[in-house]
């Protein structure tokens, strides 16, 4: 069963971290460009970041671009955002995504999503 699983949401401090992880499960996750996404509440879907199939180049919006961070461990099927110096306004869920990845993150109807992890900035 092909299956991306987004985990190490939860609730952070302003300022504070966390790192998510999307882990591929029933394909290679190496053959594919990932993408983050979140999903504000009453917010349309923003594209974060993405990264290509070997690492070696990555986009990032400007929204999030010097505070987050995308990376891939192919070894381990994983890839990772790190996200620093978080707002109340990164409140969001998050996915991960297998995308079309260079100047901007594309998505299509045969894409493979994970069901989301929350992450909710909040003193």
């Known amino acids: 069963q092909v299956q991306l699983v987004e985990s190490g949401g939860g609730l952070v401090q302003p300022g504070g971290s966390v790192r998510l992880s999307c882990a591929a499960s029933g394909f290679t996750l190496s053959d594919y460009a990932i993408g983050w996404f979140r999903r504000a509440p009453g917010k349309e879907r923003e594209g974060l970041s993405c990264?290509?199939?070997?690492?070696?180049?990555?986009w990032s919006a400007g929204s999030v671009k010097g505070r987050f961070t995308i990376s891939r461990d192919n070894a381990k099927n994983t890839v990772y955002l790190q996200m620093d110096n978080l707002e109340p306004e990164d409140t969001a869920i998050y996915y991960c995504?297998?995308?079309?990845?260079?100047?901007?993150?594309?998505?299509?109807?045969?894409?493979?999503w994970g069901q989301g992890t929350q992450v909710t900035v909040s003193s």
């Open positions: 995504a297998t995308v079309r990845c260079g100047f901007g993150v594309r998505t299509d109807e045969n894409d493979y």
């Open positions: 990264i290509v199939t070997n690492g070696g180049s990555t």
